[in-house]
């Protein structure tokens, strides 16, 4: 009962439902794929799997119709960075953050040429969101791979270990980042390897992978994001999904929260 109305609260929020259409529609792709290319006598139920996934990301490409707002409030929040310790997290996060603001733009043009709303060519503007999300989970990988690296040297450090210079309870802390960190990297390779794959074919394994294998690397990115959440009481702030995700922890991985699917999904 506890469960269950844990999911019917992060129902209620819109990042929650996000989470959980996101979840679900790579799942859905990865059953489906695999169904459709191995299981011939389950074929039609693959194929049903794949429809479902596809309309759960077209809900999603259309709820982030209204996410501008949003990125831009926290973009104008975080401006230079100047709480960042680091010039390099700094740097990496305004990078993301105008990353992130430019996507939203460009998928909502390809959404409406798609939709026949705009009468321009949608392949351009779905090419160019697919590459800024991908510059965004670069910069994010970068900066949670820094962030670990500095981490694990702060916590190794002889000088803190002979003098005690850490406390028990910053020790924890900092260790509880290093994991989010590294989780964050992990989901982020997985959505990378997706973002390359939805870019025009020709660049390194673009149009490569096999839907199944789309779905899994989703899933793993998906579920990442989720355990983070709950492990943050769902404070996270999720966004868009390339044609998310990010850090959970109630701040962004390395700019605004976002959790982004593809133009494949």
Request: proline share 5%; glycine share 10%; charged share 15%.
């Amino acid at each position: 009962m506890v469960a269950l109305s844990g999911l019917a609260s992060a129902l209620e929020s819109y990042r929650g439902r996000d989470r959980l259409m996101r979840t679900l529609g790579y799942c859905c792709q990865l059953v489906g794929g695999v169904l459709v290319e191995q299981c011939p006598a389950r074929s039609e139920v693959g194929t049903r799997l794949l429809a479902l996934s596809s309309q759960l990301s077209h809900c999603r490409t259309v709820l982030r119709l209204f996410d501008d707002v949003a990125m831009f409030v926290y973009t104008k929040q975080y401006g230079l960075g100047a709480e960042e310790e680091a010039i390099f997290v700094r740097c990496v996060s305004v990078l993301g953050n105008l990353a992130d603001q430019l996507y939203y733009p460009c998928e909502h043009i390809a959404w409406a040429a798609d939709a026949k709303i705009l009468h321009v060519e949608s392949a351009p503007w779905l090419t160019l969101s697919t590459a800024l999300w991908g510059l965004s989970l670069l910069l994010g990988i970068a900066r949670s791979l820094w962030m670990v690296l500095k981490l694990r040297q702060r916590l190794r450090s002889p000088l803190a270990a002979l003098t005690s210079q850490l406390p028990q309870g910053k020790r924890r802390d900092m260790e509880a980042q290093i994991r989010s960190e590294a989780l964050t990297f992990l989901s982020n390779l997985a959505d990378l390897a997706n973002a390359v794959h939805w870019l025009p074919p020709g660049i390194l394994w673009a149009g490569r992978f096999p839907p199944w294998l789309v779905g899994l690397l989703g899933t793993i990115s998906s579920l990442l994001s989720m355990y983070q959440a709950v492990g943050a009481g769902g404070q996270a702030y999720a966004a868009p999904d390339g044609p998310g995700s990010r850090n959970p922890d109630g701040g962004p991985s390395h700019g605004a929260a976002i959790a982004r699917e593809g133009p494949g999904l």
